[in-house]
């Protein structure tokens, strides 16, 4: 790999964390992610893929008004999921985060 392939996927890991980190101050602490399969801890249905319903009204409450921030956060958020999962259950986590 070349030396700006390294640098930017780093980058990428480390936004991915970040956004990982803050997601208990914006879902208050419920319908959180279940790493590394990406279930919501919260939702009553077990293995609820990850964002639950609740979980996408609380982060789109929490970002009113600003949509271009909510999807940065979905978007590091979903790279995360993506390297936490083998290829092979990649394409089911794909499905689970169409936008609904
Ligand atoms: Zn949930």
Known sequence: ????????????????????????????????????????????????????APALVLLSEHHAGDDAELAALLGALHAAAMADQPGSLRQEMLHAWRLR
Do not use: I, K, N, S
């Open 1 to 52: 790999m070349t030396e700006p392939l390294l640098v930017a996927l780093a980058t990428e890991a480390a936004r991915a964390e970040h956004a990982f980190a803050r997601l208990p101050e914006r879902l208050g602490g419920a319908h959180l992610p279940r790493r590394p399969q990406w279930t919501c801890d919260a939702c009553q249905t077990l293995d609820t893929p990850w964002p639950c």
